[in-house]
């Protein structure tokens, strides 16, 4: 149910599309990074990952149906999912996986994402603010990142920095020595950034901190 953390901006489809039209514009030009393509959040619904895909929300109809009907069962077995997010939930669940996203262009279907380059780029000429408490700027945008990796890192052992680095490897952008060092590095708790999310949303860092730690791990220790 992790993913649940990252409904909250999924809409952008639904209003990319809304001010498209109001404006008639044809394209809407997007930078979608498929290296950030996690199909372990859809595999742990039970759902197997489709490697073919173009795009990171690529589902099939099957797939996609299978993946409400695994959240129907979790929110009937546990009422506490039962609130008024519920919703802004579902309409994120349609805009990410069931409107038209034929307007949209991905730049780097045509340019090469290529990480020193950008990173450099932002940071020396446009003076980009970096996070205090990881060395990547990758995900530091998003202030749910922090918190649903150190849950999947702590409980299944890796995270969204795993398969990112992993997706570099197969491009050939580092060597599986460099991105073994980086993922290390990056899955390193950042408890500054999760003490900032846990105040934002009203819960108790201690506690939330606490209760992931405590949790049954999927892995053998």
Avoid at 56 to 81: D, E, H, I, V
Avoid at 160 to 166: G, K, L, P, V
Avoid at 194 to 204: A, M, R, S
Wanted: proline share 3%.
């Amino acid at each position: 149910m992790v993913p649940l953390f990252m409904a909250g901006d999924k809409q952008y489809f639904y209003y990319t599309n809304l001010v498209a039209a109001q404006n008639q514009v044809e394209v809407a030009l997007f930078g979608e990074n498929l290296l950030e393509t996690t199909r372990f959040k859809s595999g742990f619904c039970g759902i197997a990952p489709q490697h073919d895909s173009e795009k990171t929300y690529s589902l099939s109809l099957g797939n996609k149906f299978q993946l409400l009907k695994y959240y129907g069962r979790q929110f009937l077995s546990n009422p506490a999912y039962i609130n008024r997010t519920m919703l802004d939930t579902f309409g994120a669940y349609l805009s990410y996986y069931f409107i038209s996203h034929q307007k949209n262009l991905n730049v780097f279907q045509y340019v090469r994402w290529e990480e020193n380059k950008i990173v450099d780029l932002l940071i020396n000429e446009y003076n980009w603010e970096t996070a205090p408490d990881t060395t990547t700027t990758w995900r530091i945008g998003d202030g749910t990142a922090a918190f649903y990796n150190y849950i999947y890192y702590t409980l299944a052992g890796f995270s969204e920095n795993d398969t990112f680095r992993s997706n570099q490897i197969r491009e050939g952008m580092v060597s599986r020595e460099e991105a073994l060092v980086l993922s290390e590095r990056e899955n390193q708790p950042r408890y500054e950034s999760i003490q900032w999310y846990c105040d934002v949303i009203g819960i108790d860092f201690a506690d939330a901190i606490n209760r992931i730690n405590s949790a049954p791990k999927l892995y053998c220790i």
